[in-house]
Every structure is written in C-alpha cells, then in structure tokens.
C-alpha cells in the first residue's frame, strides 16, 4: 500500500522561510518523480514543483521561481521543498504527490500524478 505522507507546514510572517517534506513508502521511490502542489480556498489545485527520479531536472511554477527549491533524498524516500521569502499569496494547502513516468522528466500537472498526500497547511501572514 503507498502512502504520501506531507509535513512542515506551518504559519509564518512574510518573507519567512519554512522546508516541507515528503515521504513517501510502499513503492520504490527512485521509480517515481515527485510533485508539489498547492490548493487555496477557492482556486485550482496548481504545480508547484516537480522533480525527476534522479532530481536531476526540475521544474518550478513563475510564481515561485527563485523563491523555492525541490530536492530529493532517495536513501531516505523523501523529497523536500524548501520555501524562502515566502509571501502572503503563498498561503494555501501544498500536496506531495507520485508519479511513476518517464526517466529525465518531471510534471507540474496534477492529472499525471497517481498517488498523493493529506496536504500540510502553509499560511503566510502579510
């Protein structure tokens, strides 16, 4: 059985910084690139980030761009995002998410993604 499991989140001032992380366990993690994606109140679910299975390409929404930065520890199943100058706009649900597809590629769409998390709640005061 694969769980996704989130954590991390948290509510910060703005132009604080904070690190997610996501585990994921029942599947061979390094088979699987991984996603972060985040849904406000009221507005689609969006791609945040994404990274291959080797991490060695990654993708980053214009919104983030600069700000944010995906990583992967497949010794320890585990992809991070690390969030700096973090903005009010920021604030919403971030997703983890699986995806078992092609090598030296990633997806920022969700529809792609096979397995996902709970969610871990980020809230950026102004």
């Known amino acids: 059985q694969v769980q996704v499991v989130e954590s991390g989140g948290g509510s910060v001032q703005a132009g604080e910084s904070l690190r997610l992380s996501c585990t994921a366990s029942?599947?061979?993690?390094?088979?699987?690139?991984m996603g972060w994606f985040r849904q406000a109140p009221g507005k689609e679910r969006e791609g945040v980030s994404c990274?291959?299975?080797?991490?060695?390409?990654?993708w980053y929404a214009t919104s983030v761009k600069g700000r944010f930065t995906i990583s992967r520890d497949n010794a320890k199943n585990t992809v991070y995002l690390q969030m700096n100058s973090l903005k009010h706009e920021d604030t919403a649900m971030y997703y983890c998410?699986?995806?078992?597809?092609?090598?030296?590629?990633?997806?920022?769409?969700?529809?792609?993604?096979?397995?996902w998390g709970q969610g871990t709640q980020v809230t950026v005061s102004s």
């Open positions: 998410a699986a995806d078992e597809g092609p090598k030296a590629s990633c997806s920022g769409s969700w529809s792609h993604y096979e397995h």
């Open positions: 990274i291959s299975r080797s991490g060695s390409i990654t």
């Open positions: 029942g599947l061979t993690f390094d088979d699987y690139r």
